[in-house]
């Protein structure tokens, strides 16, 4: 099964994630398909921590990709922000 889901990269106590596409059985910072996406869970206020490629989520969704808990919890919060 493919998931969308977090990857950690940042450091010890400076957490910085990659929104990525993965097999489910793949290991959490392991190997993915594509990186889609950002969140930085310390951004300061008025500094946008989560960036995603909306396009590309659709693309994976339509293909039949499963949301974690987390990415799903992350979208709620941020819905999607219009073209200009």
Excluded: C
């Excluded at 190997?31 to 989520?57: C, M, S, W």
Aim: proline fraction near 5%; glycine fraction near 8%; charged fraction near 25%.
């Amino acid at each position: 099964m493919i998931t969308v889901r977090l990857s950690r990269v940042g450091t010890n106590k400076a957490p910085l994630y990659r929104i990525v596409v993965a097999n489910s059985r793949a290991a959490r910072d392991g190997r993915h398909l594509e990186n889609i996406g950002t969140y930085d869970p310390r951004a300061r206020e008025g500094v946008q921590g989560f960036k995603i490629d909306h396009d590309r989520l659709a693309h994976w969704r339509g293909v039949g990709a499963q949301l974690s808990l987390e990415v799903s919890r992350l979208l709620a919060r941020n819905p999607a922000q219009p073209k200009a």
